[in-house]
């Protein structure tokens, strides 16, 4: 059993900068993926990014890239997903998410189905 607690969200106008963290409780393992997802109102839940406890991998939506960073602190059970050049668009509520508890390819866990424990979320809200 894993439980994953989000922080980090608020409002922040365009342009701006968020850090959201994810606090992990329970095992973790080495070949896990845990991953930043984020569902706007009325829209989808989206897959923003991804990365493995052990390696430090990682993976992008493409709608992020070269303004996310995802990040990990392995001694504080700690995902962090660092957001510059905030947009309105960007507005959402942001879920921590752990994967399987064995090695899968990160390239492969843009699935939310693919996850099995999710955070309650935090809000993010971009305003122009």
């Known amino acids: 059993q894993v439980q994953l607690v989000e922080s980090g969200g608020g409002l922040v106008q365009a342009g701006g900068s968020l850090r959201l963290s994810c606090v992990a409780s329970?095992?973790?393992?080495?070949?896990?993926?845990m991953g930043w997802f984020r569902q706007a109102p009325g829209k989808e839940r989206e897959f923003v990014a991804a990365?493995?406890?052990?390696?430090?991998?990682?993976y992008y939506g493409d709608s992020v890239k070269g303004r996310f960073t995802i990040s990990r602190d392995n001694a504080k059970r700690t995902i962090y997903l660092q957001m510059n050049s905030l947009q309105p668009e960007d507005t959402a509520v942001y879920y921590c998410?752990?994967?399987?508890?064995?090695?899968?390819?990160?390239?492969?866990?843009?699935?939310?189905?693919?996850?099995?424990?999710w955070g309650q979320g935090t809000q993010v809200t971009v305003s122009s």
């Open positions: 990365i493995r406890w052990g390696s430090g991998s990682t």
């Open positions: 329970g095992r973790t393992f080495s070949d896990q993926v």
């Open positions: 998410a752990a994967g399987p508890q064995r090695f899968t390819r990160i390239q492969a866990m843009s699935v939310q189905e693919r996850y099995d424990y």
